[in-house]
Structure formats: structure tokens, C-alpha cells
């Protein structure tokens, strides 16, 4: 086989930017040591392109989440994991090289997916835990993922290819994308964000009147998309015989995700809906029902609530450490522990509760 015809993969990623971008020599930093080699970074390559349209800007593209050389997977209607990811980042007129964090966070993707699994679609949203930029005093702490406006999915010899663009996002704006939808979040922010170009200075966009309206009444339309989350502080203590009565069943949550939790609940169990909750020992299953109550056992807990007790706790959830008891649901409180947000390193750089 010959060289051209082993790099098809490679060459439908150029064609596909060659189409927006003409004749422009990207600026291109590849990966000295494969990964398959035991180099650290598992993309082959990305690329930055100069784009002028709406304002400057970069336009990243990776080489490696799909199959770029022979066709190796049994798949054939998808190429390797099915995707590319782009990053369109706010630029500076006189700044001709791509800053660095850039290309270190598509590279992070990467490890996050290689040694996950886990892959990304258009719609998905992820937790930073910090700055998408380190060291740096940016508000955007999370990803979202959606098509990229400008680039179509694409057939390529070893199967389709879609491109996702990754776009920077605020910690309330991914509240709002889980409590209502990541698609309608971006639809109503594209007049504050055309092309969803990632600006590191930027605030919030649910500061913005007709952000806020389009996500409250999407949320009342709506109801949630989020069905499914994971909550590393998530724990169950069951109900226990005393001499003088019963202690209540315990359900723990952390600080950092008890406030969503309960704004899931209105979108989800007031919708007809139900949410799942996932942690790393036990997982809980909150659904509508006709009646409150609970029924647990060693790996899963199902607790039922009705309109009154979904109100309730939904109300009283709150982001602040404490014991949450329920009126309307007898048997069960909730306990909010404090979250403790760590670096890289390990050090605890803030504290939620």
C-alpha cells in the first residue's frame, strides 16, 4: 500500500478544513513519541488555522480520534471513535503562534478518551473543575460539545467522521445546559457567541436579559435532558432499629452538586420523569411516584417522590453543608457534605459548604 493511500484518514480531516480555509498552511504541531509507543499524548497531531470571521480567531482541529492510516477497527461505518474535535478560540491581531494551553487541553481530551473510553457528542457538557485555561482568572470552568457550524460530518475510506467543537463554558452555564439542554443554552447564547467562539475574558452569558428568559422558559417547557449523573460524593446510610424509636435512612450528597441535584428534580421528576444518580459504591434512582417512600440494597437505592416531596427537596437542596429534613417524605433526611475542589497535584484550591 502505498504512503498516500495509508494516510486517507489524515488527508479527509485536510480536505474538510481546506474547503473553509483554502491554500492557508495551518500551523501544525504534531507528537514526537507515539502513543502507542509510550509517548504521552494520544493525538497524532493538531492543527491551528487563522480565521478572520465574525473577529479573529483560531480554529483547532485534531488528528487521532478517528482512524487516520489503515482501517483497524471492525467498524465500518464509523472511523475510529467516530469524531474530531475543533476549538475556535478568540485571537489577537498581531498573534501568530496558538498559545500552548490550548493544545495541551485537546491533547488532555484525548488521554480523557483513550483511557476512558468514554467518547463525546454533540450536546455532551464536562466539568473542568477549574479554569479551562490553569493559573489563568477566566470564569469558564467546563466544556461543551456541539457540531461544528462550519463542518459537516464527512465519509472518509475508513468511515464517517464527525467534527465537535469543544466550547468553553461558565460554571452557571452548565448548570443551566444540565438543567435544561446544551443544544438550547447555545441556540440562545449564538447573538453574545457567533460561531461559539471561545473568549477567555468573557462573563457569563446568563447576565445577558434574553439568556436568562430563554433558559428559565426553556427549563418550564422543557423540563431536563439530564437523565443520568455522576456524583463522587454520593452515599447511603440505611434506616436503624434504636431502643427508642427508629433513626431515619441517610442519603449524602456533596456541597458541589446538591444545588443541581435539586434543579434537576423540578426539570425531571415534576416532568414526569426520572433522574439517576450515579456515584462510586452506590447509585440512586430518584422517580415519580404516587406516593413517597425508598427501597434500597447493597449496590442501588430507588426512592419514590410525589409532587410535594420532589417541591420540597427540590427546594432545599442547597450548595451549604447540613441535614435536610423532609415534611412530606417520613423515614429519610439528606445530608449535604462539604466538597473540597483539588488541583492536579492533589491541593485543595477551594471549598463548597
Same mark, same amino acid.
Given at each position: 500500500?502505498?504512503?498516500?493511500?495509508?494516510?486517507?484518514?489524515?488527508?479527509?480531516?485536510?480536505?474538510?478544513?481546506?474547503?473553509?480555509?483554502?491554500?492557508?498552511?495551518?500551523?501544525?504541531?504534531?507528537?514526537?513519541?507515539?502513543?502507542?509507543?509510550?509517548?504521552?499524548?494520544?493525538?497524532?497531531?493538531?492543527?491551528?488555522?487563522?480565521?478572520?470571521?465574525?473577529?479573529?480567531?483560531?480554529?483547532?482541529?485534531?488528528?487521532?480520534?478517528?482512524? $487516520?492510516?489503515?482501517?483497524?477497527?471492525?467498524?465500518?461505518?464509523?472511523?475510529?471513535?467516530?469524531?474530531? $474535535?475543533?476549538?475556535? /478560540?478568540?485571537?489577537?491581531?498581531?498573534?501568530?503562534?496558538?498559545?500552548?494551553?490550548?493544545?495541551?487541553? $485537546?491533547?488532555?481530551?484525548?488521554?480523557?478518551?483513550?483511557?476512558?473510553?468514554?467518547?463525546?457528542?454533540?450536546?455532551?457538557?464536562?466539568?473542568?473543575?477549574?479554569?479551562?485555561? /490553569? #493559573?489563568?482568572?477566566?470564569?469558564?470552568?467546563?466544556?461543551?460539545?456541539?457540531?461544528?457550524?462550519?463542518?459537516?460530518?464527512?465519509?472518509?475510506?475508513?468511515?464517517?467522521?464527525?467534527?465537535?467543537?469543544?466550547?468553553?463554558?461558565?460554571?452557571?452555564? =452548565?448548570?443551566?445546559?444540565?438543567?435544561?439542554?446544551?443544544?438550547?443554552?447555545?441556540?440562545?447564547?449564538?447573538?453574545?457567541?457567533?460561531?461559539?467562539?471561545?473568549?477567555?475574558?468573557?462573563?457569563?452569558?446568563?447576565?445577558?436579559?434574553?439568556?436568562?428568559?430563554?433558559?428559565?422558559?426553556?427549563?418550564?417547557?422543557?423540563?431536563?435532558?439530564?437523565?443520568?449523573?455522576?456524583?463522587?460524593?454520593?452515599?447511603?446510610?440505611?434506616?436503624?432499629?434504636?431502643?427508642?424509636?427508629?433513626?431515619?435512612?441517610?442519603?449524602?450528597?456533596?456541597?458541589?452538586?446538591?444545588?443541581?441535584?435539586?434543579? $434537576?428534580?423540578?426539570?425531571?421528576?415534576?416532568? #414526569?420523569?426520572?433522574?439517576?444518580?450515579?456515584?462510586?459504591?452506590?447509585?440512586?434512582?430518584?422517580?415519580?411516584?404516587?406516593?413517597?417512600?425508598?427501597?434500597?440494597?447493597?449496590?442501588?437505592?430507588?426512592?419514590? =417522590?410525589?409532587?410535594?416531596?420532589?417541591?420540597?427537596?427540590?427546594?432545599?437542596?442547597?450548595?451549604?453543608?447540613?441535614?435536610?429534613?423532609?415534611?412530606?417524605?417520613? #423515614?429519610?433526611?439528606?445530608?449535604?457534605?462539604?466538597?473540597?475542589?483539588?488541583?492536579?497535584?492533589?491541593?485543595?484550591?477551594?471549598?463548597?459548604?
Amino acid at each position: 500500500m502505498s504512503e498516500e493511500a495509508s494516510s486517507t484518514g489524515w488527508d479527509a480531516i485536510e480536505e474538510a478544513m481546506a474547503k473553509l480555509y483554502g491554500a492557508q498552511e495551518p500551523k501544525h504541531y504534531g507528537t514526537l513519541v507515539p502513543y502507542m509507543l509510550g509517548g504521552n499524548d494520544p493525538l497524532d497531531g493538531i492543527s491551528a488555522y487563522k480565521a478572520e470571521q465574525p473577529y479573529p480567531h483560531w480554529h483547532f482541529v485534531t488528528f487521532g480520534f478517528s482512524e $487516520l492510516y489503515d482501517k483497524e477497527s471492525d467498524n465500518a461505518e464509523q472511523s475510529g471513535y467516530g469524531f474530531e $474535535l475543533t476549538f475556535r /478560540l478568540a485571537r489577537e491581531e498581531e498573534e501568530e503562534e496558538p498559545p500552548a494551553w490550548a493544545l495541551n487541553l $485537546l491533547q488532555n481530551m484525548g488521554r480523557y478518551v483513550f483511557k476512558s473510553g468514554n467518547v463525546f457528542h454533540s450536546g455532551d457538557y464536562l466539568d473542568a473543575n477549574g479554569p479551562i485555561c /490553569l #493559573g489563568s482568572d477566566t470564569k469558564l470552568t467546563a466544556l461543551a460539545f456541539i457540531d461544528d457550524p462550519e463542518l459537516p460530518e464527512t465519509d472518509t475510506p475508513n468511515g464517517k467522521v464527525q467534527f465537535l467543537q469543544m466550547i468553553g463554558i461558565t460554571g452557571c452555564e =452548565l448548570e443551566a445546559m444540565m438543567t435544561w439542554n446544551t443544544r438550547g443554552l447555545l441556540k440562545a447564547c449564538e447573538a453574545h457567541m457567533p460561531r461559539y467562539i471561545t473568549d477567555l475574558s468573557r462573563d457569563s452569558f446568563l447576565q445577558e436579559p434574553d439568556v436568562a428568559a430563554a433558559v428559565q422558559q426553556g427549563i418550564e417547557r422543557d423540563g431536563s435532558n439530564t437523565a443520568f449523573l455522576y456524583v463522587d460524593q454520593l452515599g447511603w446510610e440505611p434506616p436503624q432499629k434504636r431502643l427508642f424509636g427508629k433513626k431515619p435512612a441517610v442519603l449524602k450528597l456533596g456541597a458541589k452538586q446538591a444545588g443541581t441535584v435539586g434543579k $434537576l428534580l423540578k426539570g425531571r421528576i415534576l416532568k #414526569g420523569e426520572f433522574l439517576y444518580l450515579s456515584g462510586q459504591e452506590i447509585s440512586v434512582v430518584l422517580e415519580p411516584g404516587e406516593q413517597p417512600g425508598f427501597e434500597a440494597d447493597d449496590e442501588m437505592v430507588r426512592i419514590l =417522590l410525589d409532587e410535594t416531596s420532589a417541591a420540597e427537596l427540590s427546594r432545599k437542596l442547597q450548595p451549604k453543608e447540613g441535614v435536610i429534613e423532609l415534611s412530606s417524605m417520613n #423515614g429519610m433526611t439528606v445530608q449535604v457534605l462539604k466538597t473540597y475542589i483539588k488541583d492536579q497535584d492533589g491541593n485543595v484550591v477551594s471549598t463548597i459548604g
